[in-house]
C-alpha cells in the first residue's frame, strides 16, 4: 500500500507539471510561429497524456485480485506503458509532417527570447520531475511509473535541442533551422518509442525475469535441499510490478506433507525477501520411491 501511494502521488504530480508546459508552449507557439516549439508543445501533451494513463493506471493496478481479475490488476501498467510508447510514435509522425509544412514556407519566428526562456524553464523542470520519477519506479519496480519519466526524459533532450537551435537562430536568422530541428528531435522520439514499444509489448507476453532474478531463485532453492530432493518447472513473468514465480518441488518419501509444506514456505518467503514484489507459487510433487538420491540419502539439485 505504501508504494501504491508513493506511484500514485508522484504520477499526479507528473500530470500537473506536463500541464502546465503544454499551456505555456502552446501561448509561445501562438505568438512566436516556430515550429519547433509546436513539436514541443505537442510532445509535452502526448507527456500529459502519458502521465494521466500513468496515474490511473497505477491506481487501477495496486487494486487487490477480484473475481474477474484472480491474479490482480498488475497487467494496466503494462498496458499503460505500451500504450504511451505508440504515443510517442504517433507524435513523432506529426512533428515531422508539421516540420515539411514548415519547410516550404517563410514564416518568421517572433518574440524568440520568450522561446527560449520558455524552452529552458522546460528542460530544468523535466528534468527534477524525470530524476524523481525514475527514482520512484526504481523502489516500486513500475513500468508505468518508468515510463512516464522516460516521456519526461526524452523531453528534457528535446527542449536542450530547440532551446540551442533557437538561440542558433537568434544569432544568425536562419529560420531554416526551425523545422530541420524538428525533423531531428522526431527522429529521436521515434527511435525511443520503438524501444519502448519493445519493452513493454515483452511484458505484456509473459516474458520471464532476468537471468540474474532466475539465479537468485535456483540459489535460494538449492539452499534448501536435503529433504527437498530437487525442483523444476521453474516459471517467472511480470505482472505490472508484481514478478509472478513458479516452481514444482520434489521431496523425500519419508517427508510428511505438513513438513514439505512448512520447508516450501520457509523458501517462498526467503525468495520474497531477496525480490521484492514477489508472488512464489510452489507445487509439491513426492519423489519417485526408486530415485537412486533418496536411497543414497545424498539429495542434490536435479532439473
Request: with cysteine; aromatic share 8%; proline share 2%.
Amino acid at each position: 500500500m505504501l508504494n501504491s501511494n508513493k506511484k500514485t502521488k508522484w504520477a499526479r504530480l507528473s500530470v500537473f507539471s506536463n500541464l502546465i508546459l503544454v499551456v505555456l508552449k502552446l501561448i509561445v507557439f501562438f505568438f512566436s510561429g516556430a515550429v519547433s516549439i509546436l513539436s514541443e508543445a505537442l510532445h509535452s501533451s502526448i507527456d500529459l497524456v502519458a502521465a494521466l494513463i500513468a496515474y490511473f493506471s497505477v491506481k487501477k493496478s495496486s487494486a487487490p485480485p477480484d473475481e474477474d481479475h484472480q491474479f490482480g490488476h498488475g497487467k494496466y501498467e503494462n498496458l499503460s506503458g505500451f500504450i504511451e510508447s505508440i504515443l510517442i510514435i504517433l507524435a513523432a509522425i506529426y512533428i515531422v509532417y508539421e516540420a515539411i509544412q514548415k519547410f516550404f514556407s517563410n514564416t518568421s519566428i517572433e518574440y524568440l527570447n520568450i522561446a527560449i526562456l520558455v524552452m529552458g524553464v522546460s528542460a530544468v523542470v523535466n528534468f527534477f520531475v524525470s530524476r524523481k520519477l525514475y527514482t520512484i519506479s526504481r523502489e516500486t519496480d513500475s513500468i508505468a511509473i518508468e515510463t512516464d519519466a522516460t516521456h519526461l526524459s526524452i523531453d528534457v533532450y528535446t527542449c536542450l535541442g530547440v532551446f540551442a537551435g533557437l538561440i542558433i537562430i537568434r544569432v544568425t536568422g536562419l529560420t531554416i533551422l526551425d523545422p530541420i530541428i524538428s525533423i531531428l528531435i522526431a527522429i529521436y522520439i521515434l527511435f525511443l518509442g520503438s524501444v519502448l514499444t519493445r519493452k513493454s509489448v515483452a511484458d505484456l507476453l509473459d516474458k520471464s525475469l532476468s537471468k540474474e532474478e532466475a539465479e537468485k531463485i535456483e540459489g535460494i532453492i538449492t539452499q534448501h535441499l536435503g529433504k527437498l530432493v530437487s525442483f523444476h518447472k521453474l516459471a517467472t513473468r511480470k505482472s505490472g510490478s508484481d514478478k509472478l514465480i513458479e516452481v514444482h518441488m520434489q521431496f523425500s518419501p519419508d517427508v510428511s506433507l505438513k513438513d514439505a509444506h512448512n520447508i516450501a514456505h520457509h523458501i517462498k518467503d526467503d525468495i520474497s525477501d531477496s525480490i521484492p514484489s514477489s508472488r512464489v507459487t510452489v507445487h509439491i510433487e513426492p519423489c519417485d520411491e526408486d530415485c537412486e538420491i533418496c536411497k543414497s540419502d545424498t539429495c542434490k539439485s536435479r532439473k
